[in-house]
């Protein structure tokens, strides 16, 4: 792993898999030790983006797989021109999700062809790159034991468990073998292992 300044931090995972809260008490460490970061979550971020996110996320909309995409693409393309660019190698960058969310979800969850998703991250992404990647693991009684304390839950937050073992899995896929990918089990370990976990491979990359 190339050593860097200001690196690009990806959390990952899906829904309940503890994915805020490890980004959370990561940004506590961060401003706790006077670094220089911004964090945005996807879809969101920008004021657009945020827009965009409330119509993907709402029960009521009924979307299609390729319009669900296409939404997550526009939001990402607005937070690459508004705010991650501006700040790419001036500020430690945190994002909620990310490109590999997106082959999870809209190719291994919802059979989108991997090569258009692939060639829309470029397009989208440019040259704009992550350093490294947090994957956050849940299993199937965890996650659904979390997901009915939610007050509110939205409309990623109640599909078929099929789904989610689709994404789990491509998420597994994706990870593999990649030495800039570290797993985050929020079924074994506390929140305090997981965030001596992220601070330590932060600390190998960190100039």
Known sequence: MSKTKYPVIIFEGIEASGKSTNIN???KYLKQNNYKFIKIREPGGSKVSEKLRKLMLNKNSNLNAKTDLLLVMASRSENIDKILNKYYQKKIILIDRFTDSTIA???YGMGINLKTIKS???FVVGKFKPNLTFLCTVNKKNMFKRLSLR???NRYDNFKFKFYDKVRKGFKKLSKNKSNYVLL???KSSQKENLNKVIKAF???IN
């Open 203 to 205: 600390k190998k990359i």
């Open 185 to 187: 089990e929020s079924d």
């Open 25 to 27: 008490n990561f940004s």
């Open 120 to 122: 829309l991250n470029t």
């Open 105 to 107: 979800y809209q190719h």
């Open 151 to 153: 007050s509110r839950t």
